[in-house]
């Protein structure tokens, strides 16, 4: 027996009811967690030294290279010891131009290494009465390239994907409200790192999704996965950030974090750092799996439920093959500067693998990885239980034109 047209709009009503009433709850207790984590404000009181810290004699000014010579290093005197080094490169004396004078400033041979300082370069340099008209390089100024290529980047998204990359940048800025205001501060007050990293990263998930691709059954499907695929890869990343002694001490900030906060466990920030990690690449696969299933159905009403899941699920695992890839090299470019110096260790590459400033990076890659692998079959299943109770049948659609038109 066919639908009739009063039942399709039934059936989509009854479903829209199922789908609300997971979604009002699961935001009703996120927003209560959250309030239940929320930071203090005792962590406004924390703060590190700045290496540059100035008193009233000294100031950092931002300035402009006015002019370049080149010299020899000066120093070294022990053979293959940094200095001796050091003799090899070529240093840097810049005339920088602020709006206190200019100053006599000496380049870091390493700075002359790997980005030689050319006159019309900006840069800061740490000035004093103390120092005369000497100044001392702090950093380069940043400020206008990172600029032009952030409104470089949000002038291409909004050119090519219009209205929904305007919403797509507006969720992105609420994502980092979130983690900014909600997440980092409560895990410097000394929260449980594992529940604000799930319901920080389910609240984050919340808003983008229905910000950037609208309030929709298709929408909604995506975050059902999205949150089942995030409790997976909490539960994963728990189990393997204590399994695998993940400590957090592969890098200097570590240890700065543990000095401004001596109770934190560095143990429970990498547990965070996963969850957070593996966000945005499943946030695309749940996204693309949900709309790949309604397009496949629009394109075929009549298609049995087993065959849609089956369609979908081709769709999904060319994405797997193609993401497990993109995950990979992502998290490998990103520290390839630490790849480069432990490779020069003495030691195996299952050794290298296993220490402590790799092992993490090896974790990440496969916490996530299992994480949006297994969300990929979750979502497709929910997309097509919710697609084909709400679709209306072709022979339907067709009776239904032409009652209309007589």
């Known amino acids: 027996m066919h639908n009739t047209p009063s039942t399709i709009p039934a059936a989509r009503r009854k479903m829209t009811a199922w789908l609300v009433g997971i979604l009002v709850p699961l935001g009703i207790a996120l927003v209560v967690a959250m309030i239940w984590l929320w930071p203090s404000g005792v962590h406004e009181e924390l703060s590190l030294d700045d290496p540059y810290g100035t008193t009233e004699s000294f100031s950092v000014e931002s300035g402009s290279v006015s002019s370049v010579s080149a010299r020899a290093c000066n120093g070294g005197s022990e053979t293959g010891s940094a200095t001796d080094v050091q003799d090899e490169l070529e240093c840097q004396d810049a005339q920088v131009a602020t709006d206190r004078g200019t100053y006599e400033v000496e380049i870091p041979a390493q700075v002359s290494a790997s980005a030689e300082v050319v006159r019309g370069d900006n840069v800061k340099i740490l000035v004093g009465e103390d120092l005369d008209q000497t100044g001392v390089f702090v950093d380069f100024e940043r400020t206008v390239p990172v600029a032009l290529l952030a409104a470089l ?6 050119v090519v994907a219009r209205w929904r990359g305007v919403r797509a940048i507006g969720g992105l800025i609420l994502s980092f409200a979130v983690l900014f205001g909600f997440m980092i501060p409560a895990l410097l007050e000394g929260g449980p790192p594992f529940w604000v990293g799930l319901i920080g990263c389910m609240l984050i998930m919340l808003v983008v999704l229905y910000f950037a691709h609208g309030l929709s059954l298709r929408t909604t499907t995506a975050l059902l996965g999205t949150c089942i695929g995030l409790l997976l890869t909490a539960g994963l990343a728990a189990w393997a950030s204590d399994s695998a002694y993940l400590m957090g001490l592969g890098e200097e900030y570590s240890y700065m974090l543990t000095s401004v906060v001596p109770e934190i466990r560095l143990s429970g920030i990498v547990l965070t750092g996963l969850l957070v990690a593996g966000l945005g690449v499943l946030n695309d696969v749940t996204i693309t799996q949900s709309s790949a299933v309604w397009e496949i159905k629009a394109a075929q009403p009549n298609i ?11 769709i999904g695992r060319d994405h797997i093959a193609s993401t497990v890839y993109t995950i990979a090299f992502a ?3 990103a520290a390839l500067p630490m790849l480069m110096v432990v490779s020069l260790y003495d030691r195996s590459m299952v050794e290298t693998i296993m220490s ?7 974790v990440r890659i496969l916490v996530g990885s299992v994480g949006l692998v297994l969300a990929i079959p979750i979502t497709t299943g929910i997309a097509v239980t919710v697609a084909q109770a709400v679709a209306e049948p072709s022979s339907q659609t067709t009776q239904t034109a032409t009652t209309h038109a007589h």
Do not use: H, T, W
């Open 153 to 158: 980047y949000a002038l291409v998204v909004i």
């Open 304 to 314: 049995s439920a087993k065959n849609l899941f089956a369609a979908g699920m081709r």
């Open 331 to 333: 998290y490998a470019g």
């Open 356 to 362: 402590a400033e790799m092992v993490e990076e090896v």
